[in-house]
């Protein structure tokens, strides 16, 4: 327990002028980041336009896209087909990856800070094995919770519906006991088990053309993003993340400990279901467009920090920024690769081993103790 | 100021941590909780701002029941210091400190807020640390920090659970000076959890000795710290001197002769540094 | 010379020639002659590579003897005792499978998923089948009597597989596998499988106890023919084998024989399941190709997936896209099926102009040719070609269905973008 202080020279008084221009320059910092993080994001979105396994330049990308905002018309069969993958396929995966990766991200925030614990993220309470299970009831079989609906829109409305399950399940425990985050913790992982195991006694039994689907689904992919899937996910993961960022300090608060939260003003038990009811609603719409995509929600959180510190006021905007910064990258790649394209978690996974990894290595300050 | 206890009583299943506590504490002062470990001097203190709520009795903090106060509103009241920091995801200096506004700020911590967590930072000499993570403190610093915080809340009480134990001496006297001069020049109580006797002794304006989940004994430290007591309570002989108006604890070096093995059932050895031999 | 002599010599000349003609022509045209049907009787032994083992063969092993040349291309299945050369020993053991005595016998089969000469004990004289493709193959030979046990999976077609299913037990809830204590309960020392190494995998604890696994190849044309032949003279059924063999044949010849009037060819694209398109080396790919269309796959994997927004798939604009699913000889919900397979592809050129087509798959390879002939051009095939020539096969070879089964109102062959709308 050394003393930091090596000599008398470091113990000056400071003027509070200095403090408050430094202050004034973290927080200047802070917002850089995050603004240089939604530009690339933009720029991102740009590249992407003019990626994919149809052969279309990269010119002829945009100007497909300023013609049809034109209102100009293709005259030919593959002007019309050019047409349809760039406005139809390209710009709506585009947008969904943007909004997707910015959810996930904030998920993510939030559920480190709720939970105080590095290793959290949206899935954390169980969400990922109770959509898989969801989705694999409609897609093996055909069991669909809302009846007289279509294969796809009954394995949307389960996935979305199991993914509630967790956070129903905590609040009602919290209604009749105190629950810690290591408990929460606990609880997401006996769903976890149990619904991944009923899962895998119905792909035991499917037939191989539905396990392969139902496993496809399971990986997370953006494969599904369309015009019509757009307002839906846009409507509801802005105004998640509008609420949750609205509760950044109480959130910094949270992660400080229960007893500092209760005697600073924060009712610890309800902020944290509230904020964790938000994650669950906004991940399980995500995830029942898009599957389970991973990681993001794990590692964006990570590498904010890393750069900008664990101010949560600063961190939630700037991990969005971030993460759907990441997600339109990884979906670039998750276009081109292999013979037919990826789907876009097998490309998060592949990126987010390492990079978690190199941060472990390279960090200068602890970000968690 | 005023927090009247009336026949408190605190336990988690069936055994009683507290039991039968009745204070009452008035006016602005420097309070000191003395005791042997666990015999529920943090509980004790959770039960005053709604951390913990008790099992039985009441607590009455400016005439009004500590279960009615909204934790809003208990927060400008009541400042707390924890005995160690909690913090998972650690931020500057400031900003933790800043937390301490919560209770006080609406929506964004403004330029006044600032101003008073730099006098707060003065006040205990860290200015230059302000903008250091908080990660990267010592533990003495550390706890300087968590005091900022619960400073920050200009609260008119304010618990502290052992806030010097990883400070150095001198810096341990530095601390509870302040805060004794803080009670007897900002009107604030202070009540804090101290583990050494000596200081307390040397600064407490009142003592609270406890023993067994109750309170053994209650008033200036002439009045609490005598040779009778400190044997009851911490099973250890000394001798009290007293120097520059203050009472001095000396312990003295001694084994009771039934005890040759440290029975840890014997409430007498619970006492640390004492020196329970085995054989 | 004088005038007349001369005549007489050329009479006698052109008399010879034209009888030497006729007798080249005629020789060994013992069956079907208009099919090149070499090779599709894979037992060794079957030296004259036909379709058939009978004394054409022990008289074609005399001579390679005889000549002490053996022509390996001609007469691949020769040595009848795989010992590496013709003797003696050959010609007497095709002398008495002639006879249809009991002995082991070596043909063309899979060992572990890959072509290889295999044994078994011959006659067949009851088996356990496991696969939908094999059973439906023994049902088309007129075998299904001799089905003791049987893995169909979990929902069989019990319409077509009524018989077997009555008349056998089910060997094990997967199509892939046989139980080994209900196969010991049966009396059977065969089981007759698929060709892929996904099906019985435990193969060598049947042969350990003594049992044959007979696996053949199914989902082509040719390979389908060539198992049902060889199938057919494994269980003694030469004659009802060879019938459906003739059938096939015959259907394929009227077909090729009809495309000869396109002049220019569509194009297709498969799809097998619920998103797999088959690439060069499919039998989907192959029955497209046969059915008169140019299948613009160009990958040379069996199939390739096609997920949900990906945009390779329209860099083959293909006319046509015939969706193969098993959908059984019952009751379909036509509505349902067609919105959950249509529905990935409905950006599809094909799909936009109508020529989207579901295929009820489960049918014997032929048949789906036939169908997919219709579909292709229907001017030239006309409207129930598929359905006719399918209504010939139920009421020739399915004991179980003939003259109770009426195709056209009965079984759901195609589901178009007009039948739902």
Redesign the interface.
């Known amino acids: 327990?050394?003393?930091?202080?090596k000599d008398r020279s470091?113990?000056?008084?400071?003027e509070?002028s200095e403090?408050?221009f430094?202050?004034g320059l973290?927080v200047h910092k802070k917002v850089l980041f995050t603004v240089l993080c939604l530009a690339l994001a933009v720029v991102g979105v740009g590249v992407t336009l003019s990626v994919?396994?149809?052969?279309i330049g990269f010119l002829e990308s945009y100007i497909i896209i300023w013609n049809h905002l034109m209102g100009v018309e293709p005259t030919t069969?593959m002007g019309e087909?050019k047409d349809?993958?760039v406005w139809?396929?390209?710009l709506p995966?585009a947008i969904m990856a943007l909004f997707v990766g910015a959810a996930l991200a904030v998920g993510g925030v939030v559920m480190?800070?709720v939970m105080?614990?590095?290793l959290a993220d949206p899935y954390t309470l169980g969400v990922s094995s109770a959509a898989s299970l969801g989705a694999t009831l409609c897609i093996v079989l055909g069991f669909s919770l809302v009846p007289g609906l279509?294969?796809?829109a009954g394995t949307m409305v389960n996935a979305f519906i199991f993914s509630m399950i967790p956070i129903v399940a905590i609040t009602l425990i919290t209604r009749f006991k105190k629950t810690t985050p290591t408990m929460m913790i606990l609880s997401g992982i006996a769903i976890m088990y149990v619904f991944s195991a009923t899962t895998q006694l119905i792909m035991l039994?499917a037939?191989?053309?539905?396990l392969?689907?139902a496993y496809?689904w399971s990986v997370g992919?953006?494969?599904?993003?369309s015009w019509e899937n757009l307002p839906v996910v846009i409507a509801v993961t802005v105004v998640g993340m509008a609420l949750v960022s609205m509760m950044g300090?109480q959130l910094?608060?949270l992660?400080?400990?229960?007893?500092?939260s209760?005697?600073?003003?924060?009712?610890t038990g309800r902020c944290r279901v509230l904020l964790m009811l938000l994650v669950s609603i906004t991940t399980a719409t995500v995830v029942s467009f898009t599957g389970t995509i991973g990681f993001v929600g794990l590692v964006a959180p990570h590498v904010v920090?890393f750069f900008i510190?664990?101010?949560?006021r600063y961190v939630i905007p700037a991990s969005a920024c971030l993460g759907a910064l990441l997600l339109v990258l990884a979906d670039c790649v998750a276009?081109e690769a292999g013979?037919?394209?990826l789907?876009v978690g097998v490309i998060t996974a592949l990126i987010g081993g390492p990079l978690f990894i190199a941060l472990l290595i390279r960090q200068r300050?602890?970000?968690?103790? | 100021m005023r927090i009247e206890i009336k026949d408190l009583g605190f336990g988690y299943s069936d055994i009683p941590v507290l039991k039968n506590i009745n204070l009452d504490l008035n006016n602005p002062q420097f309070i000191s909780i003395l005791g042997p470990n666990g015999v529920g001097k943090s509980t004790l203190i959770h039960c005053l701002n709604k951390i913990l709520s008790p099992s039985s009795g009441t607590v009455l903090v400016d005439g009004k029941e500590v279960s009615e106060y909204t934790l809003k509103d208990m927060a400008k009241k009541i400042g707390y210091v924890p005995y160690t920091s909690g913090d998972s995801f650690p931020l500057s200096v400031i900003d933790t400190v800043l937390m301490g506004r919560h209770p006080h700020s609406n929506r964004r911590s403004n330029e006044a807020d600032l101003e008073k967590v730099y006098e707060i930072l003065r006040k205990l000499k860290m200015t230059h640390l302000a903008l250091r993570s908080f990660d990267e403190l010592s533990a003495g610093q550390h706890q300087k920090v968590m005091l900022a915080r619960g400073l920050a809340q200009e609260p008119e009480i304010l618990l502290l659970d052992e806030p010097t134990s990883n400070l150095d001496i001198r810096h341990q006297m530095d601390v509870t000076r302040m805060l004794r001069n803080l009670s007897h020049t900002q009107g604030i109580m202070v009540i804090m959890i101290s583990h050494d006797i000596n200081i307390a002794a040397r600064y407490s304006d009142s003592i609270i000795l406890m023993k067994d989940g109750t309170v053994f004994d209650v008033g200036t430290p002439e009045e609490v710290l005598t040779e009778g007591n400190i044997m009851e309570v911490y099973g250890v002989e000394s001798r009290i001197i007293t120097e520059d108006g203050h009472p001095h604890i000396i312990l003295k070096d001694n084994i009771p002769d039934e005890e040759t093995l440290w029975d840890p059932s014997e409430s007498s050895c619970t006492m640390p540094n004492t020196g329970c031999l085995k054989g | 010379m004088n005038r007349n002599q001369i005549i007489a010599i050329a009479a006698v000349i052109i008399l010879a020639v034209a009888g030497a003609a006729v007798v080249l022509v005629t020789s060994g045209d013992d069956g079907p002659s208009d099919m090149d049907t070499t090779g599709r009787l894979m037992v060794y032994g079957n030296a004259t590579n036909d379709d058939y083992l009978d004394n054409e063969d022990v008289k074609c092993l005399e001579d390679i003897i005889s000549s002490g040349t053996w022509d390996k291309e001609a007469s691949p299945l020769a040595d009848a005792d795989q010992d590496g050369s013709i003797t003696e020993a050959d010609v007497d053991m095709v002398k008495r499978l002639v006879n249809g005595e009991s002995m082991t016998v070596y043909y063309n089969g899979y060992s572990g998923g890959d072509p290889a000469i295999c044994k078994v004990k011959y006659p067949i004289v009851n088996c356990v089948v496991a696969g939908t493709n094999p059973a439906m193959i023994l049902k088309s030979i007129g075998c299904q009597d001799l089905v003791v046990g049987y893995a169909l999976g979990t929902s069989p077609d019990t319409v077509y597989f009524s018989d077997i299913i009555a008349n056998g037990e089910a060997v094990s809830d997967s199509i892939l596998k046989v139980d080994e204590e209900i196969f010991s309960e049966l009396g059977t020392r065969t089981i007759i499988t698929q060709d892929s190494a996904s099906y019985i995998k435990n193969e060598s604890t049947f042969v350990l106890s003594g049992a044959d696994v007979v696996r053949i190849a199914a989902s082509n044309t040719q390979d389908s023919l060539s198992s049902a032949i060889t199938l057919g003279f494994l269980m003694q059924r030469e004659e009802s084998a060879q019938a459906y063999a003739k059938y096939c044949d015959d259907l394929l010849a009227d077909i090729e024989k009809k495309l000869e009037e396109v002049d220019e060819k569509v194009t297709s694209l498969s799809v097998t399941m619920s998103n797999s398109v088959g690439g060069t080396t499919s039998d989907y790919y192959d029955a497209t190709t046969r059915a008169g269309s140019i299948n613009i796959a160009d990958w040379n994997t069996t199939t390739q997936k096609y997920e949900e927004g990906a945009e390779w798939i329209h860099q083959y604009p293909a006319q046509f896209i015939i969706h193969a699913r098993t959908l059984g000889y019952g009751e379909i919900d036509i509505q349902k099926t067609w919105t959950s397979n249509g529905e990935l592809f409905s950006d599809t050129h094909a799909y936009k102009n109508g020529n989207y087509y579901i295929l009820n798959g489960n049918i014997p390879v032929h048949l789906r040719v036939a169908y997919m002939a219709e579909i292709f051009y229907p001017d030239i095939f006309g409207e129930g070609y598929g359905d006719k020539a399918h209504q010939e096969y139920v009421d020739e070879f399915l004991d179980n269905l003939s003259g109770k089964y009426d195709v056209s109102e009965q079984f759901v062959g195609v589901i178009s973008a007009s039948d739902v709308s």
């Open positions: 327990m050394a003393d930091r202080v470091d113990m000056r008084l400071v509070y403090i408050r430094k202050y973290q994919g396994k149809f052969d069969l087909t349809f993958i139809d396929l390209r995966r480190q800070g105080r614990n590095p279509t294969k796809s039994y037939d191989p053309d539905n392969a689907d496809s992919t953006l494969g599904k993003s300090k910094n608060i992660s400080a400990g229960d007893k500092i209760t005697t600073l003003g924060v009712d920090r510190g664990s101010d949560n276009k013979a037919t394209g789907p300050r602890k970000v968690w103790n």
